[in-house]
């Protein structure tokens, strides 16, 4: 039994939650596949607990971005890649920067077992080229190339969308499959979702846990939506809601009261919400901000937000002393 991570993207919140869930069922082996960097804020965090935690890991289109050249990035994600080159860069101790580049630089492209090939993007171009669920109706073609060029089972990431191709060509989500997906000899293509940042429109993490039958989908919440500022100490949500869980006793009174405290400072006409996101892009690192939205009304004010002027300095230092360090334990699990 081994886990497959993929598509970190510099989130240590979601990555030490999905290594506590790892180590809560005993997992020994964990396999990586690519995309550590990029997008979020601490990518030498997360490419560290790779290097020790992952037993393999291979190189996504971000690690190669940061360490040779981005190649078709959006300019969200090109900015990105620029700071985490430069965070690395600014790393004091030379002997972990040069580790780190080292790393980076000696990731493989695909790993080959007698079970399976494992890539970042696709068997045919590993690094680059995204596998869509949308692909089996409008280019068909593609996956009579792709399923040539494995035997039996490949894994992939970079498109953040969790999965199951088969041969037919035919999709089914994590969903549709109750999260399991038993193994034949029909072949198949895995996509293990992403970690860091998950675009299936569930915000919680996901990766794969993997034994000699079948294969696991697994979704571990690392955060969830306490700056809209609508919990109270009595939040209770539908049953099977995984909040009910992430927001037991341990974790929903201290977040009440650090929102409580918060809710304070927000300025007169302004709310929880838009404060929170004018904070968070009033960093000079930060050019795009993706919040959840529900409604159009949630459209309407996370765009003018877009809009706002820079908050005010002692404001934003104001803000910056309701820091909240937490280490995942089991209710993050
Ligand atoms: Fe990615």
């Not at 191709?165 to 198949?188: I, M, N, Q, V």
Request: glycine share 6%.
């Amino acid at each position: 039994m081994f886990a497959i991570v993929s598509d970190i993207h510099g989130n240590l919140e979601a990555f030490t939650a999905v290594l506590a869930e790892i180590e809560r069922r005993a997992i020994q082996h964990v396999v990586c596949l690519g995309d550590i960097v990029g997008y979020g804020p601490n990518p030498m965090e997360c490419l560290d607990l790779v290097n020790t935690r992952c037993r393999a890991a291979i190189m996504g289109n971000h690690d190669f971005a940061v360490m040779y050249e981005p190649f078709n990035f959006n300019s969200g994600a090109e900015a990105a890649c620029f700071w985490t080159r430069k965070a690395f860069e600014a790393e004091s101790d030379a002997d972990k920067r040069a580790a780190r580049w080292k790393y980076l630089g000696n990731l493989p492209v695909r790993i080959r077992t007698n079970d399976f090939v494992a890539v970042h993007a696709s068997p045919r171009r590993p690094i680059n080229e995204y596998i869509f669920p949308d692909d089996i109706y409008t280019n068909p073609g593609k996956f009579v190339s792709i399923f040539e060029r494995f035997d039996r089972l490949c894994f992939v990431g970079h498109t953040h969308v969790p999965g199951v191709f088969l041969e037919g060509p035919d999709f089914y989500s994590p969903d549709e499959l109750d999260y399991k997906f038993e193994l034949t000899d029909e072949k198949a293509i895995i996509n293990v979702g992403s970690v860091g940042q998950p675009r299936d429109r569930d915000p919680r993490s996901s990766f794969v846990v993997v034994t000699d039958t079948a294969i696991e989908f697994v979704r571990v919440p690392y955060d969830e939506g306490s700056l809209a500022g609508t919990l109270t100490r009595d939040s209770r949500w539908p049953e099977g809601d995984f909040r009910n869980t992430y927001f037991g006793p341990e974790n929903l009174g201290p977040t009440v009261d650090r929102v409580e405290a918060l809710q304070k400072v927000v300025p007169d006409g302004m709310t929880l919400p838009e404060l929170a996101l004018r904070f968070v892009l009033a960093h000079p690192a930060v050019s795009v901000v993706i919040p959840g939205m529900r409604t159009a009304a949630h459209v309407r004010a996370n765009l003018a937000v877009g809009d706002a002027p820079p908050l005010d300095p002692g404001l934003l230092d104001e803000l910056r002393a309701h820091r909240w360090d937490r280490t995942p334990t089991a209710w993050s699990g």
